[in-house]
Protein backbone atom coordinates (compact mmCIF):
# COMPACT_ATOMS: atom_id res chain seq x y z
CA UNK A 1 0.00 0.00 0.00
CA UNK A 2 0.90 3.20 -0.88
CA UNK A 3 0.85 6.92 1.49
CA UNK A 4 1.45 9.85 -0.04
CA UNK A 5 1.37 13.66 0.31
CA UNK A 6 0.91 16.03 -2.41
CA UNK A 7 0.57 20.12 -2.10
CA UNK A 8 -1.35 22.79 -3.99
CA UNK A 9 0.41 26.30 -4.66
CA UNK A 10 -1.02 29.27 -5.59
CA UNK A 11 -1.47 28.78 -9.27
CA UNK A 12 -3.40 25.25 -7.99
CA UNK A 13 -0.50 23.43 -9.21
CA UNK A 14 0.02 19.78 -7.67
CA UNK A 15 3.00 18.34 -6.45
CA UNK A 16 4.55 15.55 -4.75
CA UNK A 17 5.86 15.95 -1.12
CA UNK A 18 6.22 12.75 0.13
CA UNK A 19 5.41 8.89 0.18
CA UNK A 20 5.79 5.70 1.80
CA UNK A 21 5.32 1.75 1.01
CA UNK A 22 3.56 0.02 3.61
CA UNK A 23 2.05 -3.58 4.66
CA UNK A 24 -1.02 -2.19 5.97
CA UNK A 25 -3.22 0.98 6.79
CA UNK A 26 -3.61 1.39 10.19
CA UNK A 27 -2.67 3.94 13.28
CA UNK A 28 1.46 2.92 13.68
CA UNK A 29 1.80 3.28 9.65
CA UNK A 30 0.45 6.64 9.45
CA UNK A 31 1.97 7.47 12.43
CA UNK A 32 5.14 6.18 10.97
CA UNK A 33 4.40 8.58 7.67
CA UNK A 34 3.56 11.46 9.93
CA UNK A 35 6.18 11.78 11.86
CA UNK A 36 8.48 11.67 8.77
CA UNK A 37 6.52 13.96 7.28
CA UNK A 38 6.66 16.78 10.18
CA UNK A 39 10.32 16.77 9.39
CA UNK A 40 9.74 18.69 6.23
CA UNK A 41 6.52 20.22 7.26
CA UNK A 42 6.30 21.96 10.15
CA UNK A 43 2.88 21.81 12.62
CA UNK A 44 1.33 25.23 12.23
CA UNK A 45 -2.10 26.62 12.75
CA UNK A 46 -2.06 27.70 8.59
CA UNK A 47 -1.55 23.99 7.61
CA UNK A 48 -4.71 22.20 6.75
CA UNK A 49 -4.47 17.97 5.32
CA UNK A 50 -7.28 16.80 3.38
CA UNK A 51 -8.00 13.15 3.47
CA UNK A 52 -10.46 10.88 3.58
CA UNK A 53 -12.10 9.71 7.05
CA UNK A 54 -9.76 6.53 7.18
CA UNK A 55 -9.75 6.53 11.17
CA UNK A 56 -5.96 5.91 11.27
CA UNK A 57 -5.46 8.98 9.61
CA UNK A 58 -7.33 11.16 12.19
CA UNK A 59 -5.69 9.08 14.88
CA UNK A 60 -2.24 9.55 13.43
CA UNK A 61 -2.78 13.11 12.35
CA UNK A 62 -4.05 14.39 16.12
CA UNK A 63 -1.08 12.59 17.67
CA UNK A 64 2.13 14.06 15.43
CA UNK A 65 0.24 17.36 13.88
CA UNK A 66 -1.57 19.16 17.43
CA UNK A 67 -1.71 22.64 15.75
CA UNK A 68 -2.59 21.69 12.53
CA UNK A 69 -6.30 21.51 10.76
CA UNK A 70 -7.47 17.72 9.28
CA UNK A 71 -10.14 18.55 6.89
CA UNK A 72 -12.37 15.69 5.26
CA UNK A 73 -12.13 15.48 0.90
CA UNK A 74 -15.38 16.46 -0.38
CA UNK A 75 -15.56 14.01 -3.12
CA UNK A 76 -15.16 10.97 -0.41
CA UNK A 77 -17.59 12.38 1.66
CA UNK A 78 -19.80 12.82 -1.25
CA UNK A 79 -19.17 9.15 -2.88
CA UNK A 80 -19.77 7.89 0.69
CA UNK A 81 -22.98 9.28 0.59
CA UNK A 82 -23.84 7.94 -2.71
CA UNK A 83 -22.72 4.37 -2.04
CA UNK A 84 -23.73 4.33 1.77
CA UNK A 85 -26.68 6.55 1.68
CA UNK A 86 -28.24 5.92 -1.36
CA UNK A 87 -29.02 9.46 -1.75
CA UNK A 88 -27.26 10.77 -5.04
CA UNK A 89 -30.70 12.77 -5.65
CA UNK A 90 -29.61 15.11 -2.84
CA UNK A 91 -25.54 15.51 -3.58
CA UNK A 92 -25.85 19.01 -5.58
CA UNK A 93 -27.15 20.30 -2.00
CA UNK A 94 -23.86 18.60 -0.11
CA UNK A 95 -21.94 20.13 -2.78
CA UNK A 96 -23.97 23.41 -2.05
CA UNK A 97 -22.84 22.96 1.62
CA UNK A 98 -19.32 22.41 0.91
CA UNK A 99 -18.74 25.51 -1.34
CA UNK A 100 -20.39 28.01 0.84
CA UNK A 101 -18.26 31.07 1.86
CA UNK A 102 -20.70 31.80 4.78
CA UNK A 103 -21.34 29.67 7.63
CA UNK A 104 -24.97 31.16 7.13
CA UNK A 105 -25.02 30.25 3.69
CA UNK A 106 -23.75 27.29 4.66
CA UNK A 107 -26.35 26.60 7.47
CA UNK A 108 -28.64 27.26 4.82
CA UNK A 109 -27.88 24.41 2.78
CA UNK A 110 -27.35 21.99 5.52
CA UNK A 111 -30.56 22.51 6.16
CA UNK A 112 -32.10 21.98 3.36
CA UNK A 113 -29.91 18.98 2.76
CA UNK A 114 -31.07 17.30 6.53
CA UNK A 115 -34.98 18.07 5.34
CA UNK A 116 -34.53 15.89 2.30
CA UNK A 117 -32.00 13.58 3.35
CA UNK A 118 -31.87 13.24 7.58
CA UNK A 119 -29.49 10.15 7.18
CA UNK A 120 -27.20 11.96 4.51
CA UNK A 121 -26.97 15.09 7.43
CA UNK A 122 -26.57 12.75 10.15
CA UNK A 123 -23.61 10.86 8.36
CA UNK A 124 -21.55 13.95 7.44
CA UNK A 125 -21.66 15.18 10.86
Known amino acids: ?11 NHIFPI ?11 SWTFFFQKLKSIVEDEPKLCVIS ?8 AFSRVYSRAHHGLC ?14 EEHLY ?18 AELKN ?4 AAHVWF
Open 1 to 11: MLLSAVAQDTE
Open 93 to 110: LFYSATKAYTVDEFSEHF
Open 52 to 59: DRHISIAN
Open 18 to 28: AFCVIDKENDA
Open 74 to 87: MRHLAENLRVNQYC
Open 116 to 119: NSPE
